[in-house]
């Protein structure tokens, strides 16, 4: 059975930080790729980060770029997402997401995976507000 439980979101002032956490079950870590994806009110989802567990690739949306950082302890099976120097338009529902990376480079090819439709396996989002 695939989960994903995605936990960490809360409040916090511009400028502030705040680490997301992804714990997933149910599949072999190492085969799939995870990625964090929001969602504001009114907006479409959008992908965030991911990351390759088995050979640690990752991808970053522009909005994000050097200021996140996503990370993956496979002991763990859990996936981070470092958030620095939050600004008020990153408020939304954090989500995370896996897909098994076979079914990533079929449907892909080894480019971005930041597309939310390659996912098929998405845990419950958690809040993030950042008040300005």
């Known amino acids: 059975d695939v989960q994903l439980q995605a936990s960490g979101g809360g409040l916090v002032q511009a400028g502030g930080s705040l680490r997301l956490s992804c714990a997933v079950s149910g599949f072999t870590f190492d085969d799939y790729v995870i990625g964090w994806f929001r969602q504001a009110p009114g907006k479409e989802r959008e992908g965030v980060s991911s990351i390759s567990s088995r050979d640690g690739t990752t991808y970053y949306s522009d909005s994000v770029k050097g200021r996140f950082t996503i990370s993956s302890d496979n002991a763990k099976n859990t996936v981070y997402l470092q958030m620095n120097l939050l600004k008020p338009e990153d408020t939304a529902v954090y989500y995370c997401?896996?897909?098994?990376?076979?079914?990533?480079?079929?449907?892909?090819?080894?480019?971005?995976?930041?597309?939310?439709?390659?996912?098929?396996?998405w845990g419950q989002g958690t809040q993030v507000t950042v008040s300005s």
């Open positions: 997401a896996a897909e098994s990376t076979i079914n990533i480079l079929v449907t892909n090819g080894v480019g971005s995976t930041l597309d939310p439709s390659l996912y098929d396996y």
